[in-house]
Structures are given as C-alpha cells and as structure tokens.
Antibody, heavy 119, light 108 residues
Framework: QLQLQESGPGLVKPSETLSLTCTVSGDSISSSNYYWGWIRQPPGKGLEWIGSIYNSGSTYYNPSLESRVTISVDKSKNQFSLKLTSVTAADTAVYYC???????????WGQGTLVTVSS | EIVVTQSPGTLSLSPGERATLSCRASQSVSNNYLAWYQQKPGQAPRLLIYGASSRATGIPDRFSGSGSGTDFTLTISRLEPEDFAVYYCQQYGRSPWTFGQGTKVEIK
C-alpha cells in the first residue's frame, strides 16, 4: 500500500516557479506498476490532471500546461516532483500527488497541498 | 483531447433512493479505461470504479459502473448518508487523462 506526502511552499509569487515534491513509501519509485502523477483542484472547482511520469522517463502532460510543466523522479529519495513555471493566480489550487496503477485509476492520493499564487 | 461531460450537474435525492450518474466522452475511450471518484469536502478523491465496471478495493457493492465506448454510468443502488458527495469520472485511455466537471449528489 502506497503512502504519499506532498511538500513545498504554500505561497508562490506571480511569474515565479511552483515546486512540489511527493515522497513515496510502500513501493519503489522505480516500480513500473505506476504512472507517478499530479492532479490539481482550484478552490471550489473540479479536478484537473496535470501530468505523469512512467518508468522514470516517459512523461505525459496536459497540453494546456505542457509549456510550463516538468515532472521528474529522484530515485535516491524515492520522490517525484512537479515544477510549474511562470505561475499566475489561475494556478492557485490544491495540488495532489496521485499515482495511477497500470490499467486502473488512482487508488492512492496524497493529502493535498494548497498553493496560493500571490504577491 | 477527449472531452468528458457529466450529467446532471446536481442530483437531489433522499437516502435509500437510487442514483444514476452519467459520463459521456467526446471520443471512444480506449479499453474502456474510465474511472469514477467520490470526493467529500476537504478530502482527496477516492477511487470507486476503474475500467468502467470494476470496483476498487473496499468499495461497497451498492456502487456499480457500466457502459462502454463513449457512454458510461455510475449507479448507487441505495443512497446511504455518507454517499452525498461530488462524483467525478476520468478517462485514462488516452493522454491527456481528462476529468468530467463533476456531479454533486445532494440530500433532497
């Protein structure tokens, strides 16, 4: 059973870079059983898939964010990370790390972390 | 990009009633890779159904999923008080893995 913990700043200034990390326990980040992914939810709104990384190399991004997003893996720390550049107020959201098992949905979710973009 | 549309936006029902939620995709969903999630205020979503009709671990059998291609349904056979929440469907057959906008099931 996976356990996930997001970490990172809760406040980011406009035009700067949002950086979050998800620490994984219960399985190796090198496991090919999961797409390691991020999902966000603006306050009072629905879910938006941001992107995923598979097998430490193949990345899949939401086209609406692709020019600003990077998802990567740190095998030494059993973590995966999200970087979102040039943020605006529209990027204010609860960010979840949520790996998706092959052939299935996301059974495991982090607790979510609210990131507010404001000067 | 596959656009996923859920209906209705809000469903007002009483405990014990049957709930039928709809999810329609703009293109056929590969391998019927369609998931349903439940979300309560302040909580992360919970996976209910994957592969259109397979219940996730620990999900009560009053939750069932059906459908294929572009049309999918989540049925809650008899609503329990804890089932009043927002429900999302997501297709994960083709990237980007898109969500519907959600259906809120509220107490009538």
């Amino acid at each position: 059973q996976l356990q996930l913990q997001e970490s990172g700043p809760g406040l980011v200034k406009p035009s700067e870079t949002l950086s979050l990390t998800c620490t994984v326990s219960g399985d190796s980040i090198s496991s090919s059983n999961y797409y390691w992914g991020w999902i966000r939810q603006p306050p009072g709104k629905g879910l938006e898939w941001i992107g995923s990384i598979y097998n430490s190399g193949s990345t899949y991004y939401n086209p609406s964010l692709e020019s600003r997003v990077t998802i990567s893996v740190d095998k030494s720390k059993n973590q995966f990370s999200l970087k979102l550049t040039s943020v605006t107020a529209a990027d204010t959201a609860v960010y979840y790390c949520a790996p998706r098992e092959l052939g299935s949905g996301s059974s495991y979710w982090g607790q979510g972390t609210l990131v507010t973009v404001s000067s | 990009e596959i656009v996923v549309t859920q209906s209705p936006g809000t469903l007002s029902l009483s405990p014990g009633e049957r709930a039928t939620l709809s999810c329609r995709a703009s293109q056929s969903v590969s391998n019927n890779y369609l998931a349903w999630y439940q979300q309560k205020p302040g909580q992360a979503p919970r996976l209910l159904i994957y592969g259109a009709s397979s219940r996730a671990t620990g999900i009560p059998d009053r939750f069932s999923g059906s459908g294929s291609g572009t049309d999918f349904t989540l049925t809650i056979s008899r609503l329990e008080p804890e089932d009043f929440a927002v429900y999302y469907c997501q297709q994960y057959g083709r990237s980007p893995w898109t969500f519907g906008q959600g259906t809120k099931v509220e107490i009538k």
